[in-house]
């Protein structure tokens, strides 16, 4: 049976600067950490950088053209830091902000709704020299720079996110070091955390001030649908020690204004949490007007046994690396979910979707969501008459639409949906590796072809009808 989706609903794909723009000399543009990292011999696969990427910088108006032919009506980008603000410190560059200017005049001409990400993790590098997240500073000078872009697009940009997925840029950024800047110190991984929290805080403040009213401010979180192995009370433990580094970190500072208890206490051999001060919690605690979910996959945790491999040999999905993105959880063991994988092998199962969007749904109750990111990467190829064949991703796609669909008739408050991603772009650790596109690229001549999941998906955002696999 085909259901249908509610009129007004955002039907969008998502993007973000480093994996698709290049031009990254460009316009007195500096290095971002991922600048940095991917020249760093040996932290991206077959050494790939996003020194071109998918040249979005000089295709911006053919792409944008692109997205109207499929027919979606919404569109998620995110901001370069160094493009608008070099050092991360200091006066505005005009073109960096004359790019997003022109592209959001694109995108409006053409009936499509700006969702701005300030922060999909390219932090300047100097701001990295002087510390990076771990550094209460970093939050400050994000402040600053929300204050810059909001002045410069406040008045035709509604949608507004502070970060894209602060877990990956605290836990992978500093803790396991497989993202950018590849530090691997969990106390640096926790501080970053709460450094990441306080600049969505005050971002958020300052986002307020500069705005017009009818601005809305949003974070994009990747939480976690995490599962226990088996009901035993150590692996139920194992399931609320993660979830508590991998969601209630981020969402109880910034829906209920606290940390868990029960993370101050795993990680209280680390750290005593000091860096947190007075009033940051009250700063955090911004009333938001929606909340974003990325979801690709879940994970199932056990309590670590004797039996299980070395945290070294564990496959938990987030890269390998021998230190691990979870400070204070040596003694949780990752085991992989059941089910067909993607080619990142991430296990797929659109439940995790569902059971997450009625989590927040009951957790934030009046907090509408958006699904700001969710995909799958699979080896696509043009057939000989130049076409590509994508019915894995279709079905993928489908199956978490459904989920979605589900959840709404159970009372999620869902707004909206973006797929991961656009384009085959530059997947970070995995280089230009993995293709999430809904339009394929040809990394040689850098032409673009719609696969068949774009036409599927802009079938779909036109008609709102999501139609029997
Ligand atoms: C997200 N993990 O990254 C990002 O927001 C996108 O930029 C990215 O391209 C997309 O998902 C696909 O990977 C993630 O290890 C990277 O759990 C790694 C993880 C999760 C999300």
């Known amino acids: 049976m085909s259901v249908s989706f509610p009129p007004g609903f955002l039907w969008g794909t998502a993007t973000a600067a480093y994996q698709i723009e290049g031009a990254v000399r460009e316009d007195g543009r500096t290095p971002s950490i991922w600048d940095t990292f991917s020249h760093t011999p040996g932290k991206v696969e077959n050494g790939d950088t996003g020194d071109v990427a998918v040249d979005h910088f000089h295709r911006r108006t053919q792409d944008v053209r692109l997205m109207a032919e499929l027919g979606v009506n919404a569109y998620r980008f995110s901001v370069s830091w160094p493009r608008v603000q070099p050092t991360g410190r200091g006066p505005a560059v005009q073109r960096g902000l004359d790019f997003y200017r022109g592209l959001v005049d694109d995108l409006l001409e053409h009936g499509i709704t700006p969702l701005l990400t300030l ?116 692996d139920l433990d194992a399931r609320r020690r993660i979830d508590a580094l991998a969601n209630r970190v981020f969402t109880d500072p910034m829906l209920h204004g606290s940390y868990p208890a029960d993370l101050l206490t795993d990680t209280e051999r680390l750290t005593d949490w000091s860096f947190v001060h007075g009033d940051d919690l009250a700063v955090i605690r911004h009333p938001l007007d929606s909340l974003g979910i990325n979801y690709y996959s879940p994970s199932v945790v056990s309590s670590a046994t004797d039996s299980d491999a070395p945290a070294s040999e564990r496959n938990d999905g987030h890269g390998a690396s021998e230190h691990s993105p979870w400070p204070g959880a040596d003694s949780v063991a990752f085991h992989q ?52 064949h994508d019915p894995e991703r279709i079905r993928y796609l489908h199956g978490h639409l459904s989920a979605v669909h589900r959840a709404m008739a159970d009372g999620a408050d869902v707004r909206g949906y973006f797929l991961w991603s656009l384009m085959d772009n530059f997947e970070w650790a995995y280089g230009y590796g993995k293709r999430f596109g809904a339009v394929y690229v040809d990394y040689d001549t850098q032409a673009r072809t719609p696969k068949s999941s774009a036409r599927w998906y802009g079938e779909l955002a036109r008609t709102g009808v999501l139609p029997d696999c």
């Open 337 to 388: 979910p059941p089910g067909d994988v993607t080619e990142m092998g991430w296990t797929i199962d659109p439940t995790g979707l569902y059971d997450l969007l009625m989590r927040y749904s009951r957790e934030a109750p009046r907090l509408p969501l958006v699904i700001t990111e969710n995909g799958a990467a699979y080896p696509d190829k043009p057939a000989a008459d130049g076409s590509v």
């Open 119 to 234: 922060y999909h993790w390219d932090l300047p590098q100097e701001l990295e020299t002087a510390g990076g997240w771990p550094e209460r500073d970093t939050a400050h000078r994000f402040a600053d720079y929300a204050r810059i872009v909001a002045e410069a697009l406040g008045d035709r940009v509604v949608r507004w996110t502070t970060l894209n997925e602060p877990w990956c840029s605290a836990f992978l950024g500093y803790g396991s070091g497989v993202h950018a800047p590849g530090r691997t110190d969990p106390v640096a991984a926790l501080r970053a955390a709460h450094h990441l929290n306080l600049g969505h805080g005050l971002a958020a403040q300052a986002l307020r001030t500069q705005l017009p009213a009818r601005a809305q401010v949003s974070v994009s979180i990747n939480p976690s649908a995490v599962r226990a192995r088996t009901e035993s009370p150590a």
